[in-house]
């Protein structure tokens, strides 16, 4: 999806800009689907364990998934909109595993 301004300086593409701007969004699309199959895969694991490791590194990942997810739609969808969504996500999945690594930490001490 093209903004008005730049249909016009589509127009005057040259064959190779036309080229690598095809091969840009094709690489982008395959990027999405490879994200989105990471992220179900890491939903199961999430879901499945066996333990609690298991599960913060698989939320871990689906959090920099999710935020890898977000930029390839960004640049797929041409705007920054999405670009806010990618800085939230980041500074939550980080909190979200230094509070994960504490109560595995305290957790491990306990026993």
Do not use: C
């Not at 249909?7 to 005057?12: F, H, L, W």
């Not at 036309?18 to 994200?35: E, K, Q, R, W």
């Not at 939550?92 to 491990?108: C, D, H, N």
């Amino acid at each position: 999806m093209m903004l008005a301004a730049d249909m016009s300086s589509a127009s005057t593409m040259n064959a190779f800009e036309a080229f690598t701007h095809g091969l840009l969004l094709l690489s982008v699309d395959i990027g999405i689907v490879a994200l989105f199959l990471g992220l179900l895969l890491a939903l199961v694991r999430a879901l499945r364990g066996p333990q609690l490791v298991d599960r913060g590194v698989a939320t871990d990942l689906i959090s920099f998934l999710s935020a890898g997810l977000a930029i390839l739609l960004t640049i797929r969808l041409d705007t920054l909109l999405m670009f806010d969504a990618v800085l939230i996500v980041s500074i939550l999945g980080f909190v979200s595993t230094i509070a994960f690594a504490q109560y595995i930490g305290r957790r491990g001490s306990a026993q």
